[in-house]
């Protein structure tokens, strides 16, 4: 308990009524420990106000941050075997991802939308790190050449956005074998000569930074992302090397040449649609 639960929202609450304190009425900011009214978060698309620290944002408001206002839809995605393995550790597989739908209300870890930027065309494969840390099996990847496919079949510029913990291991080889797969596709688009973006958020790392996502023409990455194949911890216990401080952060990638641009939540829509027109010479 802290002074918050246990002294103001009492106070609040006897002045006002328990049913009219919500409970998610404060958060608190991962980066400077402020209290965060939801509201401000809300209208600041999860970002402290304070700090500048950007906190996790649901696909539907990265979503609607990005695009042009009642110009989505949402993609139906291929269907696969659910369970290709039959695996269970300490639950069964089917029952994680059973959980993990109730929780988010998606099928799985990857969101196509199609929609338009700055009146440009543009589908993009937003990954969603509330289901399994966004983790790629076969239906991610399914999902990513799917829209990848469509890019190319809409002459459209394609944009990823990545949040992922890697491969998924209820799947073992074949979420492994959605790295070459997904690097496949995104071969394809550039051979249609396609615009391909990549948008890194919090945290992006192994298979998926190691395939698709490290083959953008353009990277971009929200200030303050985790962006790396193995943990920082466990590099340097393999190294015994002191890091530098700041490793695997979007800043320190920017500066050694891994990312093109840093940009807060709120230029990102202006930036995209910016270098969408340069690329596509509109």
């Known amino acids: 308990m802290n002074w918050l639960t246990s002294f103001v929202r009492p106070k609040i609450r006897s002045l006002v009524g328990r049913s009219d304190v919500p409970e998610n009425l404060w ?28 906190l996790k944002l649901e696909t539907h408001r ?3 941050l990005l695009f042009d206002e009642g110009s989505t839809h949402t993609l139906s995605l291929p269907e696969v075997r659910p369970d ?19 929780a988010t209300g998606q099928q799985d870890a990857l969101a196509v939308v199609q929609g338009t930027m700055n009146a440009r065309s543009v589908v993009a494969a937003f990954f969603d790190f509330n289901f399994m840390g ?33 491969a998924r291991m209820q799947e073992g080889l074949l979420s492994l074998m959605q790295m070459p797969r997904t690097v496949a596709a995104i071969g394809r688009l550039k051979k249609a000569q396609l615009p391909y973006l990549v948008l890194f958020t919090n945290p992006t790392t192994g298979g998926v930074l190691a395939s698709f996502a490290m083959l ?5 990455a929200e200030p303050g992302a985790v962006i790396g194949f193995a943990g920082a911890r466990v590099i340097q216990e393999t190294m015994r090397h002191q890091l530098p401080e700041g490793f695997q952060r979007s800043e320190y990638l920017l500066a050694h040449g891994m990312l093109d641009l840093v940009v807060p939540r709120a230029q990102q829509r202006e930036t995209l649609a910016r270098i969408l027109g340069v690329l596509r010479k509109s």
């Open 27 to 54: 958060k608190k900011c991962p980066g400077c420990d402020q209290m965060l009214f939801h509201k401000d978060l809300e209208s600041s698309f999860e970002v402290c106000s304070f700090c500048g620290h950007h």
């Open 62 to 64: 990265r979503v609607a």
């Open 84 to 102: 290709p393995l039959k695996f269970k550790d300490t639950k069964r597989y089917t029952e994680r991802l059973k959980a993990a739908r109730a």
């Open 134 to 166: 966004g983790s790629m099996g076969t239906a991610v990847g399914a999902g990513f050449v799917y829209a990848v496919e469509r890019a190319i079949q809409e002459r459209a510029s394609f944009l990823a956005v990545p949040s992922s913990g890697g």
């Open 216 to 220: 953008g023409d353009i990277h971009l």
